[in-house]
């Protein structure tokens, strides 16, 4: 039984400092112009990465090709080595090579602008429109769980994530701490499901 979101948090579209692409639109520009030549790295295949990857591909109607890694620092290292053009990451991985000035972001990939990174445009302002990939953390209870006892904890956990510290210390993690009704997380996660069980199915990725 759901009881609260905890919080949410986009990715990164990010690509090498010195890459001659500065923005999301001129990488779509040359995918587009130069048709399966352009690469995106993820991890690897059906995670979140791999899918929004899967997702910018169908959506944008660019011809590139998706190459998974095993580790996020595995393709970090190919990002900087040029063996990709974009990188598709959570902030909480790429944050030391933002920081340490190595990688830039392009963009992010919720429908408004990420709490962490106000200044970066979003996927949807790069030109892709209605595009959207949010991803949550939220608190269930076991089923059967009387409603008395959701109602406490979620009441008690929209308070916590009220609080300004926690608020500040989740968003170095890239995560805006929000929380939510048990019916809000509920129907996100129903969405999801039929939102990327399309995806799945569109890309050919084989259930495990």
């Known amino acids: 039984m759901p009881i609260s979101a905890l919080g949410y948090f986009d990715l990164v579209f990010a690509a090498a400092a010195n890459s001659t692409i500065r923005t999301l639109g001129e990488y779509l520009t040359a995918a587009r112009a130069r048709p399966g030549t352009l690469n995106v790295g993820s991890i690897v295949v059906g995670s979140t990465q791999n899918l929004t990857a899967q997702l910018f591909k169908s959506m944008s109607a660019a011809e590139i090709i998706i190459v ?5 620092p595995d393709e970090l290292v190919a990002l900087l ?28 990939s919720g429908p408004q602008r990420s709490p962490e990174l106000p200044d970066i445009p979003t996927v949807r302002e790069a030109g892709v429109p209605d595009f959207d990939v949010t ?22 956990l929209n ?50």
């Open 81 to 108: 080595r040029g063996d990709i053009q974009l990188e598709i990451e959570f902030y909480a991985a790429l944050a030391p090579s933002l920081q340490s000035g190595q990688v830039r972001a392009l963009a992010t």
């Open 159 to 208: 308070e916590v994530l009220t609080d300004p510290d926690l608020k500040e210390r989740a968003l170095v993690l890239g995560i805006d701490a929000k929380g939510s009704t048990p019916a809000e997380i509920d129907a996100r996660m129903r969405s999801d499901i039929e939102k990327w069980a399309t995806v799945i199915a569109s890309a050919g990725i084989a259930k495990q």
């Open 68 to 72: 998974p890694y095993r580790t996020s």
């Open 135 to 156: 991803s949550w953390n939220a608190l269930y209870a076991p089923a059967g769980t009387p409603a008395a006892v959701i109602d406490k904890l979620n009441q008690a």
